[in-house]
């Protein structure tokens, strides 16, 4: 039997994880964060708080628990905060990072990791697993610094990229057509970034990519994203059309109208042929994923 351990589990990826992984009778599953209760405390799952930043309660709670397979989507992710708090981003992803890959080594744990395009520079995307990384925010460097932490850890070891994630989760941080839509439908006007260009992901396509990747033992970096590069413009207009919202309420820019405090990639995207063959991944385009989304939210009750 496999024995799970899920860190970020009340993030969106580790949630969805949590709820694929609990029909499993074949896996023993602990989900951990760093909060103190679960988002699914009503449920029968296996939790326990862990702040993957403290070296000893990393080191004691993996030689106790004794997994097989660490899965790490734990991580800050809100790019502009990283920019701003980069001694806190740094802790969080890559110091978090080095300690579950020195336990992960004491106990003989498979470590999947999950990165994104920002490692990448946005000049010449779509990007392929052989493609050089070249960050230009704090938040790509130190998950490039996580990735080479990974990488060179002669640990039995999954990276997979992602990019723009999106789907239903409890108490999550908006992701953008959750922000679309909750803009929307209180008639509040949106500006969108025309010259962004990427292929926003499903949290479905990457659990599944993650499941995949422990079941099948594969090494290595995989690319996984939705099948359709486009604009966050041209994604908010057809995020409007399949929650039938008014997209007339959203206005074309540029990126430098955003006056973000951390520079983004524009052009990114990934090739995914890798994941498609070696994992199975057949990813969602935006209608698929978005209308999936839109299910999600009318099942919970919320918009």
């Known amino acids: 039997m496999r024995r799970i351990l899920i860190c970020g589990s009340n993030g969106l990826l580790g949630q969805r994880l949590a709820l694929l992984l609990s029909s499993q009778t074949d896996y023993e ?3 951990t964060s760093r909060n103190r209760s679960f988002v699914f405390d009503d449920r029968l ?16 709670l993996i030689s106790s628990f004794h997994p097989t397979v660490i899965i790490n989507a ?8 990283c920019e701003l708090h980069r001694e806190d981003a740094w802790k969080t992803n890559v110091v978090g990072v080095e300690n579950l890959i020195e336990a992960a080594r004491k106990v003989g744990a498979r470590l ?6 920002y490692v990448f520079d946005g000049n010449h995307g779509p990007y392929s697993e052989e493609d050089k990384p070249n960050p230009i925010s704090y938040y790509g460097k130190s998950k490039l610094a996580s990735e080479n932490a990974v990488r060179t850890a002669s640990i039995p070891c999954t990276i997979l990229r992602t990019i723009l994630l999106y789907g239903y989760g409890i108490g999550v941080k908006d992701s953008f057509p959750h922000w679309v839509v909750r803009t929307l439908s209180k008639g509040g006007t949106i500006r969108c970034a025309e010259d962004q260009i990427s292929n ?6 990457l659990a599944f990519a993650v499941i995949k990747a422990f079941e099948l033992n594969r090494d290595g970096i995989y690319h996984i994203c939705g099948l359709e590069r486009i604009s966050r413009y041209d994604f908010a207009h057809r ?7 008014d997209a007339d309420l959203i206005t074309r820019i540029k990126s430098a109208d955003l ?14 042929l890798k994941a498609q063959t070696e994992l199975g991944l057949t990813p969602m385009d935006t209608r698929q994923g978005l209308t999936l989304f839109k299910r999600e939210l009318e099942s919970s009750g919320r918009n």
């Open 29 to 31: 599953v602990l989900n």
């Open 45 to 60: 799952f296996d939790y326990t708080q862990l702040d993957v930043t403290q070296k000893g309660d990393v080191k004691s």
């Open 74 to 81: 734990s991580g800050a992710t809100d790019v502009d905060w």
């Open 112 to 117: 999947i990791h999950v990165s994104t395009d």
């Open 200 to 205: 926003p992901t499903h949290v479905n396509d």
């Open 239 to 245: 995020t409007a059309e399949v929650f039938s919202l």
């Open 259 to 272: 006056r973000q405090t951390a520079h983004r990639p524009l052009v990114t995207g990934f090739v995914t």
